[in-house]
T-cell receptor
């Protein structure tokens, strides 16, 4: 069973913020939320991860709701190169394997 | 810079042949993984290793094998290639620390005729 639910696709205008939602209503206390993306024909790329606090790095921000049942990945100023499939993954602390769902196809347009 | 490489990048083979896909990482990572990606299925885990001499089966391990004789390499072998194994194969590695970021290779496109 999928641990996360994401929209199949989203559109965003270049230069605008892209907000990608993820539902993980069955997340447990020791599970992290990870985000990866996959640009066409390339291997997946790590973006960011968090446990319960909001996180920010040079690529994106991750907002996790207080009840931890959902999160939002924010790309503050989307560019055409951000067009990719974005995967939200829940992973238990101490385990190394990742289970990928089908992700969200983000299309950034001029 | 440290990296993870895969070879070959493209491979065409015939049904029944043995095929080995190479994966080499210079991160000195303990953990290595093999995934396959097919339309409609996303990435699925085939095998993984937590260190030298350690191997574990993933979600779709039937027809595949791996061996880990050193830290840098985790070759994936298709013992007798089948058309259902036509796919894009990705190798990944991670350090095994709590952050557990996986770094992926560029992929190998395999066509089994």
């Amino acid at each position: 069973d999928a641990k996360t639910t994401q929209p199949t696709s989203m559109d965003c205008a270049e230069g605008r913020a892209a907000n990608l939602p993820c539902n993980h209503s069955t997340i447990s206390g020791n599970e992290y939320v990870y985000w990866y993306r996959q640009i066409h024909s390339q291997g997946p790329q790590y973006i960011i991860h968090g446990l319960k606090n909001n996180e920010t790095n040079e690529m994106a921000s991750l907002i996790i709701t207080e009840d931890r049942k959902s999160s939002t990945l924010i790309l503050p100023h989307a560019t055409l190169r951000d067009t990719a499939v974005y995967y939200c993954i829940v992973r238990e602390r101490g385990y190394s394997t990742l289970t990928f769902g089908k992700g969200t196809m983000l299309l950034v347009s001029p | 810079d440290a990296e993870i490489t895969q070879s070959p990048r493209h491979k065409i083979t015939e049904t029944g042949r043995q095929v080995t896909l190479a994966c080499h990482q210079t991160w000195n990572h303990n953990n290595m993984f093999w995934y396959r990606q097919d339309l409609g299925h996303g990435l699925r885990l085939i095998h993984y290793s937590y260190g030298v001499q350690d191997t574990n089966k993933g979600e779709v391990s039937d027809g595949y094998s791996v061996s880990r004789s050193n830290t840098e390499d985790l070759p994936l072998t298709l013992e007798s290639a089948a058309s259902s194994q036509t796919s894009v194969y990705f190798c990944a590695s991670s350090s095994g620390t709590s952050k557990e970021t996986q770094y992926f290779g560029p992929g190998t496109r395999l066509l089994v005729l």
